[in-house]
């Protein structure tokens, strides 16, 4: 079977003797791999959703405290190596007042996480990210300035403590402030590398980075290439205002993500 937080293989053959690691491993892989692509494949389209591809996906075939161990370490690589890549595209200021603002909420993700149950917290994200999507969906606008710059920072790195999920109030803010699709994309990459290095960061502390976290990770590596490079290739070809149907989209599955979360708590 696969255990939680490090996976073992135990399955016996027919004679009771040989246990089948090296089919486990490579049925193991082989999932990574495609759940990694399909993951940087809708980041490349949308500017997020990583995590809300991978993080279901993966834990069926490693358990919950894995998952998002790896697809927190896989995102934060991609995203750094998007914002290297990308960088004349980057809204410097803006990243940088959603970061700062950002690392201000994350304890008050942390006070949730421990005051509210996880139907009820569930709930709560369905509704924010809902709120989100209704006013883009309206065609809600916003200036550049530091304001709204640091109230969807400050909502994100709340629900990044709390639920993993800190795009949505991000990529919706940075909708209404006209931020035009490469724009918006490499930015929010920028603003996704600190949230990640700090949870890798807290999850070595915490002995969550294991050998076999950091050998999945290597392993979803090839496949995250491809998946952006395909995307890629789609979102070169996307007008502005598919691109924006596309971040609808993406906003609404996530709320019913939670959703489904919330029934199944």
Do not use: Y
Request: with cysteine.
């Amino acid at each position: 079977m696969l255990a939680t937080g490090r996976f073992t293989a135990t399955a016996v053959d027919g004679n009771g003797g040989r246990t089948k690691e090296g089919c486990v491993m490579t049925t193991l892989v082989t999932g990574v791999v495609v759940i990694a692509t399909l993951a940087a494949f809708a980041q490349a389209l949308s500017g997020f959703g990583f995590a809300l591809v991978a993080v279901p996906l993966l834990t069926l075939l490693t358990g919950p405290q894995t998952a998002v161990t790896v697809v927190t370490a896989l995102g934060g690589l991609l995203a750094l190596a998007i914002s290297v890549h990308q960088r004349r595209h980057i809204e410097g200021r803006t990243a940088f007042l959603v970061t700062g603002a950002g690392l201000v909420g994350m304890p008050f993700g942390l006070l949730a996480i421990t005051a509210l149950s996880a139907r009820s917290l569930s709930v709560l994200i369905a509704c924010v990210v809902l709120a989100f999507a209704l006013l883009l969906g309206r065609g809600a606008t916003l200036s550049r300035g530091a304001g709204p710059a640091a109230a969807a920072g400050f909502a994100s790195g709340a629900l990044l403590t709390s639920t993993g999920m800190n795009g949505p109030p991000v990529v919706a803010a940075f909708q209404a402030m006209g931020l035009q699709p490469r724009e918006l994309r490499a930015t929010l990459q920028a603003t996704f590398c600190a949230g990640d290095a700090l949870a890798v960061l807290g999850f070595l502390a915490v002995g969550r980075l294991t050998a076999d976290s950091l050998l999945l990770t290597a392993a979803g590596l090839p496949g995250m290439a491809v998946g952006w490079w395909l995307g890629d290739r789609i979102f070169a070809r996307t007008d502005p205002r598919r691109f924006r149907r596309i971040v609808l989209a993406v906003l609404v599955t996530s709320a019913c993500v939670a959703l489904a979360q919330a029934a199944l708590a």
